[in-house]
């Protein structure tokens, strides 16, 4: 069958889609990503065939033409915003607020669709492709998908905040007005196709969280692990060779100096306070960001980028930022975290793993290197830490690997298709 992917141009993102796009791939089905033309060569460096289409915004320009100049987005940066809010504290949002987040939600994914709507259906149209496969930040593949009978698919890649704030909102709609749905539906009947709720997260729904840590909702999910993939990397030398002191990971992802100002925790002073202690720390810190250390302890190793996959299983404790492809770089291995979470989903999915005892849980607006450290000697000498990380690792390892799952997505294309 054909499978088509749509992706926002930003890397993590398209990092979360990249195995399962490879299983399908590896089953015999023709896989294509489609994005804006600037993002083709992040496409085809996964070794994925790219389709550019429209023209580009990017992520940065993208989040200009909506209002969100740099003060605006470091001050939305901290945790869920409206209308995900609500997964925190159901009760915290009326309709007046929920309906204005939905708007809000709408008008940002008009910019994103404007910019290659047209474009993809005439693709899909001449293309056929039999399953579109989206993330939450491109409706548009769910539009395309209508406009040409294809089967449309809803891929995750973190807590499913979409989903269980669209069902909160129309649980207290009562007939009111729904932003969202006009939205997706004016698109839908421009190409010829009417709007249908599935149209807002999926047919089915692609998820690659453990249920543990997961939050679901009144839907069809098929559940696999997320294999770390991180683009081109090479595994250094000393990655190679076994670790002579228990190895300690201090990463706090990407996105903070890819799209924001910076970490939101103070990287020397964590450094200083495990200076002392009898540990390999391994600190994945960016260039700009090392420049503005004034010493690194005799104990830690800088790197501007490591591979996670080959770290996590060489490390007995890991300091992250719970983002979605951190945290399930490190889970599978039984790898205890201490995390320091902050944007987006991010606070959840540490708070979940703590819960469960296979971490620890800090507020990074009052991390210091004292509780840092504090906690990382409690990972490193609790055995019970260790204990509930496996037993999570035991729950991602039973899962249905992307390969395993692909029978079960070409039978729901099947069923879900409307072209024959």
């Known amino acids: 069958m054909r499978v088509l992917f749509t992706v926002s141009p930003g890397t993590t993102v398209f990092n979360s889609m990249v195995p399962l796009a490879w299983a399908l791939r590896t089953a015999g089905h023709d896989v294509r990503v489609a994005s804006q033309p600037a993002f083709a060569d992040e496409i085809t460096q996964a070794g994925l065939t790219a389709v550019p289409l429209g023209r ?33 504290d159901p009760g915290s949002t009326d309709w007046d607020r929920a ?37 939450p930040f491109t409706p548009a593949g769910a539009i395309a998908a209508k406009a040409c009978g294809a089967a449309h698919a809803r891929l995750l890649y973190g807590v499913d905040v979409y989903a269980f704030a669209r069902q909160h909102f129309l649980s207290i709609r009562n007939g ?33 969280i453990p249920a543990s840590l997961q939050t679901e909702s009144d839907l069809h999910y098929l559940r696999t692990p997320y294999i770390p993939y991180g683009g081109a990397a090479v595994v250094p ?40 202690l009898d540990i390999e720390l391994v600190a994945t810190v960016a ?26 299983p060489t490390c007995t404790a890991a300091i992250t930022h719970a983002g979605f492809g951190t945290l399930t770089a490190f889970a599978p291995y039984g790898v205890p975290q201490l995390t320091l979470p902050f944007h987006f989903d991010e606070p959840t999915l540490g708070h979940r793993l703590a819960a469960q005892g296979a971490g620890l849980n800090l507020d990074p607006t009052q991390v ?53």
């Open 368 to 420: 210091t290197g004292a509780n840092v450290r504090e906690g990382v000697l409690r990972l490193l000498n609790e055995p019970s830490f260790t204990t509930a990380a496996r037993r999570l690792q035991t729950e991602i390892r039973a899962l249905p690997s992307p390969n395993d799952l692909v029978p079960e997505i070409e039978a729901l294309t099947a069923k879900h298709r409307t072209r024959s």
């Open 99 to 135: 309906h204005r987040a939905f708007t809000e939600v709408a008008e940002g994914a008009r910019f994103e669709t404007f910019a290659i709507m047209s474009a993809l259906v005439e693709f899909v149209r001449d293309w056929e492709p039999d399953l579109v496969v989206w993330e």
């Open 237 to 276: 030398r000393w990655l190679q060779l076994p670790p002579e002191r228990p190895r300690v990971a201090l990463t706090m992802g990407l996105s903070a100096t890819g799209y924001f100002s910076g970490y939101t925790v103070n990287v020397q002073d964590i450094l200083d306070s495990l200076a002392d």
């Open 287 to 312: 260039e700009a960001e090392q420049a503005k250390l004034a010493r690194i302890p005799d104990n830690a190793r800088l790197v501007p980028y490591v591979a996670l996959h080959a770290l996590a």
């Open 56 to 88: 580009d915004l990017g992520i940065p320009r993208l989040l200009l033409a909506m209002g969100m100049d740099s003060a605006t987005l470091e001050e939305a940066r901290r945790g869920l915003p409206d209308p995900y809010a609500v997964l925190d």
């Open 176 to 208: 009111r007005n729904d932003p969202l749905a006009d939205w997706l539906g004016g698109y839908a009947r421009k190409y010829g196709a009417e709007f249908s709720e599935d149209m807002t997260v999926g047919q089915f729904t692609i998820d690659q």
